[in-house]
């Protein structure tokens, strides 16, 4: 708990005291802005010296002049709007890594999510075992729990959890984004999904029958063999969260296109699909080929976002614009993102972006305001219509409106 704090606390500050892409571009402009009104200065003081003022009356002009035009607005529109933004946020379990990040998310265009862990509770069961035509239903399930018996993915707890304390398998290696193997009772096993299968050889068409109507239930199918010998199947089941469909819904109304990239197999993730309403689906993909897909939706030019969870999710994670990591998946997950979500609620997504897009909104109303004040202000000080007690009440109000407009961000609420 200690640590989740502490990271949490760093990420705040972080984020606050990072320079966001318009903040340089304000940096820029504020090295020009200041020689320009210093230049404007020695001209009224020239000015005014050569229309015959005295010299009292020049001095004066030239120093409400540089007194209007001192940039603390300008300096403040960015940096207060970011901590407040990023303040909100975190208290809605919202935690912004920086600055880039919280701006670039306003832009977000399209939405990746993985779906286990993600848009399901990551909590499989195991709803079937199906061994081949006079196979043994025990056996099949007895060695896939000697496979799965070191593993930490959620599949393998919902093996061991149907058959557990079973002694683990000898030279058990995980195969990313397939699956596993090793050797248990004298046989060279594999188990994982139809893509496995297909890359070893093994004929799986025996479990076609059972294959169609478990796909057709969106269940999530992990194929067992045995010295290239198929033995069955396990069939899992996950339930989706509660307000997966209404933050694919809030991300649609907000004109975001939302598409699953999952390495389940296409029947289940079609059907878990349909149940949520997601535009596109991706599916029995390696976590190199996530990377590839959000590369080929970044080329179209639109901002792409990913969310996930899990350790395979990470490279996806770091390959897009804004990577969104759920806080109750790995660190590794966290570590890629821009953007963690401490509750592990789809609907923070649409939240992330809402925040952003007022965030930036403000940063926008701040410097508005700012060279509003200048383009109003240096003018009337160039003329002699404002005097240095007038000019300085001016520059002050003119931060105080900065500082105020920052923080009725505070008054932004999830959902809206």
């Known amino acids: 708990m200690a640590d989740t704090l502490s990271r949490i606390i760093r990420m705040v500050e972080e984020a606050g005291a990072a320079k966001a892409p318009v903040q340089r571009l304000v940096d820029r402009v504020s090295a020009i802005f200041v020689p320009v009104i210093l230049v404007l200065a020695l001209l009224t003081l020239a000015g005014w010296l050569l229309a015959g003022a005295g010299v009292e009356v020049a001095l ?30 975190a208290r809605a379990g919202i935690l912004i890594r920086d600055a880039e990040a919280l701006e670039r998310a306003r832009e977000i265009g399209v939405v990746a999510f993985d779906k286990t862990g993600t848009l399901t509770e990551g909590k499989p069961a195991v709803v079937t075992v199906q061994p081949v035509p006079g196979g043994d239903r025990d056996h099949v399930l007895r060695l896939a729990a000697a496979l799965q018996a070191g593993s930490q993915h959620p599949l393998a707890a919902a093996v061991r959890d149907a058959m557990p304390d079973i002694a683990a398998a000898d030279a058990m290696r995980a195969l990313p984004g397939l699956g596993v193997e090793g050797r248990a009772e004298g046989a060279a096993l594999l188990l994982g999904n139809a893509r496995l299968m297909a890359d070893r050889g093994i004929d799986i068409s025996a479990l ?5 109507g478990l796909t057709a239930q969106g269940r999530t199918l992990s194929y067992l063999a045995a010295d290239g010998v198929a033995l069955g199947l396990i069939a899992f089941g996950d339930r989706v969260k509660d307000t997966a469909p209404a933050a694919i819904a809030r991300l649609k109304a907000l004109g975001i296109r939302t598409i699953m990239l999952t ?9 878990t699909a349909a ?13 190199q080929d996530k990377g590839e897909a959000l590369a080929k939706l970044r080329s179209g030019g639109r901002v ?8 395979n999710d990470a490279p996806a994670l770091a390959a897009a614009d804004i990577g969104i990591a759920m806080g109750t998946g790995t660190d590794i997950a966290m570590r890629a993102a821009g953007v963690t979500l401490m509750r592990g609620d789809p609907l923070l997504v649409a939240d992330a972006i809402s925040v952003s897009r007022r965030t930036v909104a403000k940063i926008r109303q701040n410097l508005f305001w700012a060279f509003i004040y200048n383009i109003v202000g240096v003018p009337l000080a160039m003329a002699g219509l404002l005097n240095p007690m007038l000019a300085g009440a ?13 923080l009725l961000l505070r008054r932004w609420r999830p959902g809206v």
């Open 60 to 89: 004066i002009n030239a120093v409400s002049v540089l007194v209007i035009a001192c940039p603390c607005a300008l300096g403040l529109a960015t940096p207060t709007a970011l901590m407040v933004g990023t303040g909100v946020a």
């Open 208 to 212: 076609d029958t059972v294959v169609r």
């Open 275 to 287: 149940t949520l309403g997601v535009d596109e689906v991706l599916a029995e993909l390696l976590p």
């Open 394 to 406: 001016a520059m002050a109000a003119s931060s105080v409106c900065v500082v105020t407009n920052a």
């Open 304 to 311: 792409v976002a990913m969310v996930g969870d899990g350790i």
């Open 263 to 271: 390495g389940d197999n296409a029947g289940a993730a079609a059907a």
